[in-house]
């Protein structure tokens, strides 16, 4: 098992005074992954329910339509 | 030939399968990346010239490795929606192409946050940062075509053209750095000899490489299936679905106007 290289935390965050770089880099890769993660898994939890809205609007549409066809033949 | 491929051809099965895997490819992906990162950050030596800036080597070679590999993989998706006009093909170039996207961004913007403390900046035109950012504008170039036509067969298929005419890219991001003179380093494991870096920084580094390789799977897998339905919505199971997805109460509205609605069909 390898040890922790530096000799504190202190030390850890600072990165031999290369911080801003190590950090904006894990932090920039990270970020972007986590985002794009997030976006699929919206998108696909989001899908069924949208199509579910769909199909209802669908079932609604005819039903009217039904609805005004037998109003129209009890008319003439 | 291909017999035994074709039932994984069939979205109603691909769409199955990819959901059946999806959780652990991405548990693992998190897993590997997590003790890529963790190694790679804190239980490695500096090394002797670069210090501790070398330690972006971690994710900046495993995304460049794999914002290729995803290319590959794209292209070959295309080739196949192309030739043997297989949907699920043509729907997987879509897929992938963002996932590639970000790889290569983040190809690029790691290379930048390392080029800028050993090269002393942030960007030079040079042949291996270049033709890197081309494969960015390929993946867009891929993303925008596939929504530029009113007709979406078409859009799919000027797409799809273009990923595959983009494959002559790869050869020239890998032999850049021999064709050019560059500031860019020679390849450092992708090579057929003995890798030049310490058996203590590579196994991260490997890890790494895996790590993006089980996420990318991993995404593939989920955004494929929101294409699946996207692209069958019309047919029969993913109504059924949809349906199934009201009954849990997914949808709030939902029940009233479904019982109502009932008396139209």
Redesign the interface.
Known sequence: M?????ESLSA?WQ????AL??W???G??YG??AA??WF??R??SR???D??????RE??V?????LEEEHNESKT | MFKWLDPYAKPETLYRICGLWFPWLMTLAVLTLLLS?V?G??????DYQQ???Y??IH??VP?AIWSMGAYSSMAIAAFIALVWQIKVAQWAVGAIA??GA?YT??AL??GM??G??MWGTWWVWDARLTSELILLFLYLGVIALSGAFADRQLGAKASALLAVVGVVNLPIIHFSVEWWNTLHQGATITKFAKPSIDP?MLWPLVLGILGFAL?LAA?TC??L??AI??NE?HRPW??T???Q??QQG??QQ?NV??T??????
């Open positions: 390898p040890e922790f290289y530096f850890f990165m031999g005074g290369y770089f190590v904006l880099s894990f920039s890769t972007l992954l794009l993660w699929s898994q998108s696909q899908i069924l329910q199509l579910a809205k769909k199909q209802q079932h609604r005819r039903a009217q339509q039904q | 990162t190694w950050l804190g239980f490695t030596p500096a210090g501790d800036s330690r972006i994710i900046h995304a963002p996932i970000v961004l983040i913007l790691t946050a390392w800028k403390p203590s996420l995404l989920l955004r299936r929101t339905l996207l919505q993913v109504r679905l949809a349906q997805s009201v997914h949808v939902g106007q479904q109502k609605a009932g008396r139209g069909v």
